[in-house]
């Protein structure tokens, strides 16, 4: 009796025990100097004096800050502003998501205790059944949630009402956190500093130049808006295809790395003599060299690939692919440019609004549409079946999950599986562990897949990967974790019956309320606080810094910094609030589970984004509506398994009434959408128009021309383009105010903190050269390129 | 045996000998010149002079004009050219749809006489299912069609490589027409003459005034506009609920005309005395009183209601409502507003494209997007019932179709129907005739339903009416005359087991095809050259004349000019298309029928197109995109269908060779859409800029300011307002050149023809007194209304 309430505490006991050790851990690491770089690489890279300026040793310094939770403090007192400042909107918006989720849930999982769960548990249904059939598992649980409920009851009435209390509930959250988004997205677009992104237009499918035409694709980009958009073009850079002329700087910097590696170590260490290494596989066969020659040898010989390379992109139009960078005078005119069809073929000369530089991924512009499509299909077909057949690891969860078949394997498992900590732990813990390591690999293989699609900018690609990565984790572990029998097979029986969806849900949600609480406790209550450890990063940097770190290039590099990884957080943050509304108005003791699931969350990903991300790119919360999307998906699903449980349970009176419920949630959809999503794919003219004035006043003496040069240019061009000029020494780069040494190798990687720099990026530009960047006061008919 | 031929043959020469008495009647009917009025009204209102020259009688030039089939020469001479000037695009479009579905349709027909039906032929299934069952049908027609192939053939593979080809070529019939309306299109508006729609925008959706701003309406949209479009703002209309007044006006001139009727009638037969009425129901009961007293008191009295309504509209904001039309600088300005979002709320200050003055409709201006959305979901659920539940009529004629059902009635009815005659009528032509009744009251039912729905255009309005009429058909005519049961209790199988259908499809389609031929030589054979006789309108028409026609504006209404009915005959034709392209595989029999069908119709309608619709409005081929995406649906059912009929022939080997096929449909159609469909929606930027130069050259003394004060005025404002005037006569009015006499009333009813003559509109324009004009250059803060 009660058996799995027992278990649901012994997992909770371990889950709970496991996250405060990580955060007693964590507490602990993050006063050790040594440790900085793994948890404050963001707050490094923004602010470096802050870690320095003291001139105590790093003893001194832990025992001065024995306040052990003061972190929780910080991350917790920063408001959003400060945050949106310095982590960004995207960020910022993750963090809305929890606290969205927190609202939306609280009052539900309060009416679930207060008024569904004494109903449920004042009813016997479930003890009837046991009584019936004593082979049927007797759960505790189950006497909190609506299958105590019996056949027929006009209990379920405050079911009904409950869930379309929740329903217009959900509603309202949603609309006012979508409001509110969309207010704080208008907001910061507006009070961004002048920026290149917001002056220009990413044209593609420009018409190909004729093999007899003598007119350069820069200069018919410059003809066609000059034509098309008179008075408000500006200029444009068209997209060169630097992507080989990458790959070999990228190589070059990787041996001129390893030359410097190999001279400080043989200064360090002088009687070791010249290293040497064989040139064979792995290096440990064929003949032996001598590694600093070999090294500045193929060095040299990577600079000449690298200067030919430059100078194909430079002399000819070999590299020029049929896409460009179209900037406006003002921002009222790149926002027309970007809503309007210009052609009057509607598939040539697409406008659309340019990604910032930052977020532009190179190697995706200039594939043409055909291409785009065609492996757009290709890589749905993958996803597709990827979704239905990836199941394999998910069963295996699912036979471990189960105790029984565990104590089949034989007498020794038997003894220790009924041990009851393992017991718990089996059933509790290791189930959601397993389940959690095979899905962890699943982002990495889906953002490839959506690069492979040939989206033009980052924030798109992770956008894509993480609807893919919702819809796997929609399938396989909701549905995986509730039907049985083989999800292709369940795929079809729905399409060729698809009115029998609800009682399947309905028949199979009620009974899975314990599996997921313990799911919930896994991921959450354990998983986030070693989210905050960073266990394996904290061991791969000390492994690296002692391993292999020579140059300070190794130590940048062995900090290994990282963005957030939206697309693994939000679809799972989603997958969370599924369970929640599905739950809510079925089995609410599920609810105070996720709850305190969600505010761990919060503090931890919080303190994550003040300290440990990078933020490689902004999209303004681009992923919002995704995320609203998605809980209206959610709601359905909800809304149907109601319908179904309600059905099954024979309650002819009170099921009929739940159908106008999804119609509802549909019909709200439509308008949510429409009153917003266009903020987050447009520019409206009226805030585009309202930036143009202000900033004419904010920033008088500020020049379109600063920024229009250097910003939208393959990151390779700016790198690679030095070479040609005798390969000027960093020192004379210095002398030139080019590139502050420091900052040249995150230039490099990012090419818009040279727009945000503009003044000091100027001058003597080597992009300039290239005379790939063409204003309109410039070009004449005789430009090349 | 072959008894479904003979029918078939009997209701062939019913038909064609209806056809022939029909075209003989009307060749000799457009002879007489009583019936001018009937046959001609739209080439009397294009050119009146054309029937008043001769001085013959109307003996005289009805032995003159002998050649009776003249008129099929006229009007198969006509270039396209000269019938997109005088006829309009939208009408020849309907031409073009006639044209493609010949082009698309005769290699299959071809094909399948030469190839498919000696397949079929030569096998013998259908004659081994009679001799198993010698109750089954023996049918000759199914003979010819896939039916006769065994079960298991390899024979099927010639229909699955039939299915490819025909697919195939529609996809580049399809694809090639739409290049080519897409031409057309683009050309015709390039040819334009310059017109105010082609540089104004509808603006919807503005934010109410508040009750304590001062500001009026007309102020805000200056105000907004020439913030958010700076340079290329023009002027505005706001639009005016005009509507009471406007049924006031037309009550006015329908008592004003009674009055000279009654005063004409007195002069002509003036011994009678002055003519009595009672006030009464029917003019049957009440006090008996002098007629022409009592109309005149009546038309003062609305003439005084009139001027109250008009002083309201004049003085106040009462009638002002949250809509306005924007005219800019240039159609390029025109092109950027109606694609962008200006306002940061997406869902205020709607943009777009300006319908034609004559194409708004003005009741529906100013409805808002709430209100059209609720009305729009009423009208929807409205007709899902009505397209499921109006099967009655539609299973009366299933009933009539069977011969055996008839006999069942009794006795005499047997020997009736047992007369090979009547059996090919009864079974050939009643059934076609009574569906065709029922039919024909339902478009009318359609479209008020989608004016209901409030859209800003009567093209609009139409479109909509011709995709409800065009699933009505599809699921009544087509699905109701092939399945059995009722429509929702299939719809239900349907929604719930939604991969039954190619196998209901491929069961039901191929014993069909006799009825649908049937069909087809009712509908077209006969039914075109009856559309071309008119004999309903003739009638009437003469019967209004002998009793009804007094004044001279009597006679005008008698002539009762219509438009033509896209909403009826597209939706028609395509229903032709799909069948076609249904049985194309399976029964190619019906295919030359249908070729007949359209070589009538394309003959007939172009000789109704130029003598007999008015042209009310032109929407420049914005139908053929409604026309493009049916064709796909088309084809899509047909390959469903193949599929079915395949597997149920248990073709294993060839029917998964089957299911690529929609799926190729589905991707080609994307593509498609996305190629050629923002075309039809948007005016492509290039395209307006062009017009804006080369119009500049070719009418350089046009002035934008003499078309855009008048255009976009409610209609019975020019009516209404020039009541306030102490009621000028029409003398008066003629001495101040404002309307000539003859082009009163059609201006009333269709206000752009003002537009297309603005000069004689101009100077002391009412509608400029009205003050709800306002140009950029004179608007000033105190400006009123």
């Known amino acids: 009796m009660g058996s799995d309430l027992e278990n649901l505490g012994v997992a909770a006991g371990i889950n709970l025990g496991l996250a405060t050790i990580f955060i007693a851990a964590y507490s602990v690491a993050i006063k050790m100097p040594i440790n900085t770089r793994v948890y404050f690489p963001a707050l490094l890279q923004r602010d470096p004096s802050k870690f320095k300026e003291t001139g105590k040793t790093g003893l001194e310094r832990f025992m001065l800050n024995l306040r052990l939770l003061d972190w929780l403090h910080g991350a917790l007192k920063m408001p959003e502003e400060e945050l949106i400042a310095t982590a960004g909107l995207d960020a910022v918006v993750v963090l809305r998501v929890f606290f969205f989720s927190m609202k939306m849930l609280f009052p539900m999982a309060l009416w679930g205790a207060i008024v569904l769960i004494p109903i449920n548990k004042t009813d016997n249904n479930v003890q009837q059944q046991h009584a019936v059939n004593p082979k049927s598992s007797f759960s505790a649980v189950d006497q909190l949630s609506l299958s105590n409920v019996q056949d027929r009851s006009d209990r379920m009435w405050a079911h009904l009402l409950s869930a379309y209390m929740f329903a217009f509930w959900a509603y309202y959250c949603l609309w006012k956190e979508y409001e509110y988004i969309t207010r704080l997205r208008l907001g910061y677009m507006a009070d961004l500093q002048p920026q290149p992104d917001q002056f220009t237009v990413l044209t593609t499918e420009i018409p190909k130049v004729d093999a007899q035409s003598s007119e350069t694709m820069s200069q018919r980009v410059a003809r066609y808006f000059r034509v098309q958009y008179p008075d408000i073009y500006f200029a444009h850079n068209v997209v060169i295809n630097a992507n080989p002329l990458w790959a070999l700087v990228n190589k070059r910097d990787k041996t001129a790395n390893k030359v410097d590696a190999l001279r400080i170590k043989m200064e360090r260490k002088p009687r070791k003599g010249r290293p040497m290494h064989r040139t064979g596989f792995l290096g440990l066969r064929g003949p032996k060299v001598d590694s600093i020659d070999f090294y500045e040898k193929e060095l040299s010989q990577l600079r000449e690939e690298a200067a030919t390379e430059s100078g194909i992109i430079q002399s000819s139009q070999k590299r020029v692919v049929n896409a460009a960078f179209v900037t406006f005078r003002n921002r009222w005119g790149a926002a027309v440019a970007a809503q309007t069809q210009v052609s009057k073929n509607p598939q040539l000369w697409i406008t659309s609004w340019a990604p910032e530089p930052r977020d532009v991924y190179w190697p995706n512009l200039g594939m043409s549409k055909w291409h785009q499509g065609l492996r757009r299909l290709a890589v749905g077909t993958a996803v597709f079946f990827l979704v239905f057949f990836y199941m394999v690891p998910i069963s295996l969860v699912q036979s471990l999950a189960n105790l029984d078949s565990l104590r089949h394997i034989g007498t020794p498992v038997k003894e220790i599986v009924d041990v009851p900590v393992i017991a718990g732990f089996v059933s509790g813990f290791l189930p959601g562990l397993v389940l959690k390591l095979f899905l962890a690999l699943l982002p990495l293989l889906l953002r490839t897949m959506s690069t492979f699609e040939g989206h033009p900018s980052t924030s798109t690609i992770v956008r894509q990967a993480a609807i893919k990565v919702y819809y796997f984790q929609l399938v396989n572990v909701f549905f995986g974790s509730i039907l049985t029998g083989s999800l292709f097979e369940q795929l079809r029986s729905f399409v060729s019956q698809p009115t029998k969806l609800p009682e399947t849900l309905g028949n199979a949600i009620p009974t899975k309320s314990s599996f997921f609480i313990t799911y919930i406790m896994v991921d959450g209550w354990a998983g986030f606080p070693a989210e905050l450890l960073r266990l394996f990063p904290l061991l791969l940097y000390h492994l690296r810094v002692a391993l292999f770190v020579v140059t300070d290039k190794d130590r940048e590099n062995a900090m290994n910094l990282q963005r957030l990884h939206y697309e693994e957080l939000l679809p799972s943050l989603l997958f969370y609030i599924l369970l929640g509304l599905v739950y809510a108005p079925i089995a609410p003791l ?103 004035v202000i900033d004419s006043v904010k920033y008088p003496s500020w020049d379109l021309r600063d920024i229009s040069d250097a910003a939208y240019t393959h990151p390779a061009l700016a790198k690679g383009l030095t070479l040609d000029a005798a390969i000027p020494s960093v020192e004379e780069l210095k002398e030139q105010q080019l590139v502050p040494v420091k900052a040249k190798y995150r230039r490099a990687s990012n090419p818009a903190s040279a727009a945000s720099t503009p003044r000091t990026s100027r001058a003597p530009s080597p992009t300039r050269n290239g005379a790939h960047v063409t204003t309109e006061d410039e070009l004449d008919p005789g430009d090349k390129v």
Chains 1, 2 share one sequence.
């Open 590 to 692: 599920l609810l105070p589970f996720l709850l305190l699931f969600l505010v761990i969350g919060y503090v931890v990903y919080k303190n994550q984004i003040i300290n440990v991300y990078e933020r490689q790119y902004e999209s303004s919360a681009g992923l919002w509506p995704f995320v609203a999307n998605r809980v209206i998906v959610a709601l359905l699903v909800a809304q149907i398994t109601l319908l179904g449980v309600l059905s099954l349970k024979l309650a002819s009176k009170v099921a009929p009434f739940a159908v106008p419920l999804p119609v509802l949630t549909l019909v709200y959809s439509v308008w949510l959408r429409d009153r917003f999503e266009p903020n987050f794919s447009r520019y409206p003219l009226e805030s585009a128009n309202e930036k143009d």
